[in-house]
């Protein structure tokens, strides 16, 4: 069965940086685009970044441009977010997301269990 196993966050200084990871497994990974979402305590989850099946095309939440990249490593299975620059307002679990199709703007289709980061001094 699909599988999405979130790894890498944790709590960091503002201003620090982290390396989140998503290794996917029981599905063609090359073959669907890919996005983290995050969600803080009282809010909805919110789109952070998308990558297409090949990683060609990508796109992010306003909140997070130029600090965060998406990447992804189809050999490897892995779809990264690379987030630096980090803010207290950043704290949220992160999702890494299964998309319905190659594009990057296709829906959610499944869901790892999240990872915790937290931005405080």
């Known amino acids: 069965q699909v599988q999405l196993v979130e790894s890498g966050g944790g709590l960091v200084q503002p201003g620090g940086s982290l390396r989140l990871s998503c290794a996917a497994s029981?599905?063609?990974?090359?073959?669907?685009?890919m996005s983290w979402y995050r969600q803080a305590p009282g809010k909805e989850r919110e789109l952070v970044a998308s990558i297409s099946s090949t990683g060609g095309s990508t796109n992010y939440a306003d909140s997070v441009k130029g600090r965060f990249t998406i990447s992804r490593d189809n050999a490897k299975n892995t779809v990264y977010l690379e987030m630096n620059s980090l803010k207290p307002e950043d704290t949220a679990v992160y999702y890494c997301?299964?998309?319905?199709?190659?594009?990057?703007?296709?829906?959610?289709?499944?869901w790892g269990q999240g990872t915790q980061v937290t931005v405080s001094s």
């Open positions: 997301c299964q998309k319905w199709s190659s594009t990057w703007y296709s829906a959610p289709l499944g």
């Open positions: 029981g599905f063609t990974f090359s073959w669907y685009a």
